[in-house]
T-cell receptor, first 116, second 112 residues
């Protein structure tokens, strides 16, 4: 089944403890992206990747890191999580990215992160 | 910044009725997409309409796009209780690079 898989589904952690949220897609998509969803703020893009070894900042990249060493994986790293990073996180992929893409995104099921 | 803005924020209808949701945006776009999200779950892509298209259909969904007014509408015909969800429009802007910009969504409730 074509899908984007995120893990974990739920995570509670303490301030300052490094964590990684994994994202994997099995559709050979070139484009991958991370969003966070917060009440009243909607979905905001954190980072995106056009292809392997190509990543770029989205609208709210502060406090996050990503890497794209393989086409299928796009982990989101929080080096020193803080309570304002408590949110619902989504990974998404698309066949191609860029302004001529015209392809929809496939989203993962989400990771609900709580930082205390 | 939020590109798309949905209207209304919430909509409650009876099963069998049609549901119409609107989206307005600010800048030129390559395409506009509609997504559905069940509570706390991932978004599901419903339909994409390109900037040179005016109307598109997919099953019970009908999407229109008016680039002169920078607006789009999503019509769900013969609604079902299972259509209850949040619906988001997302724009792929000509100058936004590689990002979809989402509105805050319309919460649709279809009462059985």
């Amino acid at each position: 089944e074509a899908q984007v898989t995120q893990n974990p589904r739920y995570l509670i952690t303490v301030t300052g403890k490094k964590l990684t949220v994994t994202c994997s897609q099995n559709m050979n998509h070139e484009y991958m992206s991370w969003y966070r969803q917060d009440p009243g703020l909607g979905l905001r893009q954190i980072y995106y990747s056009m292809n392997v070894e190509v990543t770029d900042k989205g609208d709210v990249p502060e406090g996050y890191k990503v890497s794209r060493k393989e086409k299928r994986n796009f982990p989101l790293i929080l080096e020193s999580p803080s309570p304002n990073q408590t949110s619902l996180y989504f990974c998404a992929s698309s066949l191609f990215g860029g302004s001529i893409s015209n392809y929809g995104y496939t989203f993962g099921s989400g990771t609900r992160l709580t930082v205390v | 910044s939020q590109q798309g803005e949905e209207d209304p924020q919430a909509l409650s209808i009876q099963e069998g009725e049609n549901a119409t949701m609107n989206c307005s945006y600010k800048t030129s776009i390559n395409n506009l997409q509609w997504y559905r999200q069940n509570s706390g779950r991932g978004l599901v892509h419903l339909i994409l309409i390109r900037s040179n298209e005016r109307e598109k259909h997919s099953g019970r969904l009908r999407v229109t796009l008016d680039t002169s007014k920078k607006s789009s509408s999503l019509l769900i015909t013969a609604s079902r209780a299972a259509d209850t969800a949040s619906y988001f429009c997302a724009t792929d802007g000509e100058t936004s690079g590689s990002r979809l910009t989402f509105g805050e969504g319309t919460q649709l409730t279809v009462n059985p």
